[in-house]
């Protein structure tokens, strides 16, 4: 980040965010190079230390864009409790205000606000009058997958491949930790 992103911003509007609703997640396309900021910052500024309770990651999409380590130390994707959030919700309310951007660049500044205010008001009315089909479609989805099932039959299949290729628990667990490592060692390659 040269230039174009002031980490200022997400500062400010992650400590209103955690004051607002004591969340636990922090998910931005950019905490790859913001967390790092953050922790920085939080050592000389002390009211800013309780940010650093939120749990950082990285949206699914922009994880793929990255490079590999960051993929792997940010990705939100492995996190407990981050369930399946995709992390692009941001990208979806753009999607739908971009086509207002051909009108609304030829309105006055306060129509403008006006005509881009009643789409936001469309689109939280449109997702509130689905979110019980949304909110049961993902439940009935990650149902199977639940934490307990999905951890045996992740246990049973590693347990499997490892019969199969003849390698003990200790070198998974091994390779587990280098890939961990090569991950967060920026001198390793």
């Given at each position: 980040?040269?230039?174009?992103?002031?980490?200022?911003?997400?500062?400010?509007?992650?400590?209103?965010?955690?004051?607002?609703?004591?969340?636990?997640?922090?998910?931005?396309?950019?905490?790859?190079?913001?967390?790092?900021?953050?922790?920085?910052?939080?050592?000389?500024?002390?009211?800013?230390?309780?940010?650093?309770?939120?749990?950082?990651?990285?949206?699914?999409?922009?994880?793929?864009?990255?490079?590999?380590?960051?993929?792997?130390?940010?990705?939100?994707?492995?996190?407990?409790?981050?369930?399946?959030?995709?992390?692009?919700?941001?990208e979806m309310?753009?999607?739908?205000?971009?086509?207002?951007?051909?009108?609304?660049?030829?309105?006055?500044?306060?129509a403008r606000?006006?005509?881009?205010?009643?789409?936001?008001?469309?689109?939280?009315?449109?997702?509130?009058?689905?979110?019980?089909?949304?909110?049961?479609?993902?439940?009935?989805?990650?149902?199977?997958?639940?934490?307990?099932?999905?951890?045996?039959?992740?246990?049973?299949?590693?347990?499997?491949?490892s019969r199969?290729?003849?390698?003990?628990?200790?070198?998974?667990?091994?390779?587990?930790?280098?890939?961990?490592?090569?991950?967060?060692?920026?001198?390793?390659?």
């Amino acid at each position: 980040m040269y230039r174009g992103e002031i980490f200022a911003y997400p500062v400010f509007l992650q400590k209103e965010l955690q004051a607002a609703t004591k969340g636990q997640f922090y998910c931005t396309d950019i905490v790859c190079k913001y967390w790092p900021y953050l922790e920085k910052l939080a050592v000389s500024m002390l009211e800013l230390r309780p940010l650093l309770r939120m749990r950082p990651f990285l949206s699914v999409m922009h994880a793929k864009a990255h490079s590999t380590k960051c993929e792997i130390i940010w990705s939100g994707k492995h996190q407990e409790g981050a369930g399946t959030t995709a992390g692009e919700e941001v990208e979806m309310v753009n999607s739908y205000l971009s086509p207002c951007a051909l009108t609304t660049k030829y309105m006055t500044k306060s129509a403008r606000n006006d005509m881009l205010t009643v789409h936001a008001i469309g689109w939280n009315r449109r997702k509130q009058d689905s979110l019980h089909l949304a909110l049961s479609t993902r439940y009935v989805k990650i149902l199977p997958r639940s934490h307990e099932t999905f951890q045996k039959a992740e246990a049973e299949s590693l347990e499997d491949l490892s019969r199969e290729l003849g390698c003990p628990d200790s070198m998974v667990h091994q390779w587990v930790h280098d890939v961990r490592q090569w991950a967060t060692d920026a001198t390793v390659f």
